[in-house]
């Protein structure tokens, strides 16, 4: 039957190559290529050996994505009856490619960047497919959403429009180099052959997406801990410290609840440092922070303020509970000298500061802190003072701190015995 499309000139070889060569220099090159620099990207050298991890998890998404489009395109060709060379290419698409570009990424200078040109490149074979498929309807909308899915994946509007860019270079040169008759029907037999594609490596992508947001949560997560904490101690350190005093005075002002600011201040630290060595003082550190931890309360806000300096946030503390705390801690320290060398003999002088609604701001609070325990230093150290509303500075005798201290253990124990008590007997 005779064909009913008009009929057009037919293009000499040598225009044909012209064509192409413009083609590859305008349009394909430039976009393998690097592109220019611009402002917000980072310097090259700072991406050395970057990526490695991407070219891994998008050569796992490669060799199944092109595993199965092999299949959907096959089925083009079988509809289109292409030529044999042709075959060839798509197998090595299909089942060479993906290793070839995961050897290659991974052996470059900056593997991220390469893999970035490695999906321009799939971009490219997509868009030649369609070409040679002769716009082939269904595996020719596949392919392109397949594509366009991954490189909005991996690479956000950038790539998918240099994919873009790519397909339809792509496209051009299959349609200069096997001509081009669109015949957009698609049988039964290519339809099928779509359908793994269509089904199933969206559920591969959206899981491996899914994974990488997962990880990317973690490890946001760990970095913020690791950005609130003091490198040798673990505790709080001093700038997310002070964030939290900022709240909790914000809290004691709107009358929340009251609470207290201790500061603790290891004394005469510059002397084991002197004696025993810079290793031997970071263990104290160490070792005194793990005290005040096990000591103070889970709500307590424990903080490393600097050297050998440590700060609490004694939270929803009445001043007769925190004098309790604040005196359990010093006998604790003191223990350490009977039970062995943990903190090498230390002492520890501490300042005490109940939230007064005269404290014009949270650093006035801690200036208080830091002018009691100033003064515990010059009352000859290992001592509990507290500054009172009126700027009283008073120390609190051993005898009344250790009262105190019993009474807080009498009730935490009696609590916790009424909460036992409480278990064991069945509700009504
Ligand atoms: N090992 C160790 N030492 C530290 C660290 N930070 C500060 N220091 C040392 O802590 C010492 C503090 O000395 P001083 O400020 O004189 O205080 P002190 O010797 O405890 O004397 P008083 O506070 O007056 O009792 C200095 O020698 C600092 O070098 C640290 O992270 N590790």
């Known amino acids: 039957m005779p064909s009913s499309r008009p009929h057009r000139p037919a293009l000499s070889l040598s225009q044909k ?81 993906p290793h070839l570009a995961r050897y290659w990424a ?14 321009v490149i799939d971009a490219g074979f997509g868009g030649f497919w369609i070409a040679a498929m002769q716009g082939n309807l269904i595996p020719a909308t596949v392919i392109i959403a397949m594509l366009s899915m991954d490189n909005i994946a991996a690479g956000g509007m950038r790539l998918f429009v240099r994919g873009l ?22 049988d039964l037999t290519t339809i099928v052959a779509c359908l793994p594609m269509l089904v199933l490596y969206p559920l591969v992508l959206g899981k491996s997406t899914y994974d990488m947001s997962k990880k990317l949560a973690e490890r946001s997560r760990a970095f913020e801990i690791v950005s609130q904490q003091d490198g040798l101690t673990g505790l709080l350190n001093r700038r997310y410290w002070e964030t939290q005093l900022i709240e909790e005075f914000d809290n004691c002002h709107r009358g929340t609840h009251d609470s207290c600011l201790l500061l603790l201040d290891l004394d005469h ?61 010093i006998d604790k320290v003191r ?65 009344e701190g250790g009262v105190m201290a019993a009474t807080l253990l009498a009730s935490v124990v009696a609590q916790t015995h009424a909460a036992v008590f409480s278990k064991q007997r069945p509700q009504a």
């Open 17 to 97: 190559l012209a064509a192409l060569a413009t083609l590859v220099s305008n349009k394909l090159l430039p976009l393998f290529a690097f592109r220019k620099h611009r402002a917000e990207d980072m310097p090259p050298e700072a991406l050395i050996g970057k990526g490695v991890r991407f070219v891994k998890r998008i050569y796992r998404l490669r060799v199944i994505g092109l595993g199965i489009g092999f299949f959907c395109v096959a089925a083009g060709f079988l509809q289109a009856l292409v030529a044999p060379p042709l075959w060839v290419l798509l197998v090595f698409h299909g089942f060479i490619w």
């Open 106 to 119: 991974l052996n470059s200078a900056i593997p991220y960047r390469a893999e970035r040109r490695n999906l």
């Open 269 to 329: 630290f510059k002397n084991i440092n002197d004696t025993h060595g810079h290793l031997v003082g970071d263990e104290v550190l160490r070792n005194f922070s793990a005290l005040l931890r096990e000591n103070l309360r889970a709500d307590d806000a424990i903080g490393r303020y600097g050297g050998e300096e440590f700060v609490v946030i004694l939270r929803k503390t009445a001043l007769a509970e925190a004098l309790a705390l604040s005196q359990r801690v």
């Open 335 to 399: 223990e350490q000298r009977e039970l062995g060398n943990r903190l090498q003999g230390c002492t520890v002088s501490a300042g005490l500061v109940p939230f007064s609604h005269t404290l014009e701001a949270h650093f006035s609070w801690l200036q208080r802190a830091d002018h009691a325990m100033y003064c515990a230093k010059e009352q000859g150290r290992d001592c509990l003072m507290v500054e009172g509303e009126d700027g009283q500075v008073s120390a609190i005798s051993d005898a």
């Open 165 to 186: 860019y790519a397909s339809l270079t792509g496209f051009a040169l299959g349609w200069l180099l096997l001509g081009f008759e669109f015949t957009p029907q698609s």
